[in-house]
């Protein structure tokens, strides 16, 4: 189980949302999940959240 959750509002926050998660995945802690919340976002946030976050475990 994480010991830190890190928790990303975001509803059509396109413009801001791939750097955000690049900074999140660069932290030296590794022991967090992030949680991605889109409350019925417009611009294509799930879509991008998947191609910043493919790969990582």
Do not use: R, W
Not at 26 to 38: A, H, R, W
């Amino acid at each position: 189980m994480p010991k830190v959750s890190v928790i990303i509002q975001a509803y059509n926050s396109m413009n801001y949302l791939p750097k955000t998660l690049e900074s999140v995945l660069k932290q030296t802690f590794t022991n967090f999940e992030v949680l991605i919340i889109n409350d019925g976002s417009t611009d294509n946030i799930c879509e991008t959240s998947a191609v910043v976050c493919d790969g990582v475990s």
